[in-house]
């Protein structure tokens, strides 16, 4: 599949953020709503230059209300800190699927369907354009799925894509780097290590 435009909104256009998170904190028709988990939608400061978008909430996300608030959080936390970007302050983080996929099987969650992905790209595609982030980050498959209609993250990662003036780069999911904690000579670990002295050095260039 060729890439997705990332400014080339099919979606209702909502004239600001509030109207989105308004829009989407009320949604009763989504693929999900049956499933009863709660819609957790970002975190972070609206107006930060980076915004990150992740997969969908998981068991945490869905008790706190806020993306990216458990384990893989903690360590996306952690990696941004490792360069010095407040996570508070310096971005602002969502995800691709707006409320945690019921997990089957004696599972807690599931990876969202592509199905549920392409029913919530274009309130992600809005996001994108009303935050108007310099650099995108996308954590993971299904975050490149949703944005660039691409999977390969593992082929993906570490290069930028521009589109108009944005800086979009697929980075490692921290989940899989919780599963893979080596930290080898490129290993999952050092590769993110790579991407993200890489993504402060452009946030650098670019807001000099
Ligand atoms: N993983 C994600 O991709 N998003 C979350 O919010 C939590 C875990």
């Known amino acids: 599949m060729s890439q997705l435009d990332i400014f080339d909104s099919q979606t209702p256009q909502f004239s600001n953020l509030d109207q ?15 499933a009863g988990t709660n819609v957790v939608i970002s975190r972070g400061n609206p107006q930060a230059k980076t915004l990150i978008i992740g997969e969908a909430p998981g068991p945490q996300e869905n008790i706190q209300g806020k993306p990216f608030v458990g384990r893989a959080g903690q360590l996306l936390d952690d990696i941004l800190r490792a360069v010095e970007f407040d996570p508070e302050k310096d971005v602002y983080i969502s995800n691709s699927v707006f409320r945690m996929p019921p997990g089957e099987g004696g599972k807690a969650f599931r990876k969202p369907s592509n199905h549920e992905i392409e029913y919530y790209r274009p309130y992600v595609q809005e996001m994108i ?10 954590t993971g498959n299904v975050a490149c799925y949703s944005v660039l209609g691409q999977t390969g993250i593992t082929k993906l990662r570490g290069n930028w894509i521009t589109q108009q003036s944005c800086w979009i780069m697929p980075i490692f999911h921290p989940s899989y780097l919780l599963r893979n904690p080596s930290r080898q000579p490129g290993s999952p670990k050092s590769l993110m290590w790579d991407d993200i002295r890489e993504i402060r050095a452009k946030y650098d260039q670019l807001t000099a």
């Open 129 to 138: 354009r009303l935050i108007d982030p310099i650099i995108l980050l996308l």
């Open 20 to 34: 989105l998170l308004d829009a989407l904190m009320s949604m009763t028709d989504d693929p999900l709503a049956e």
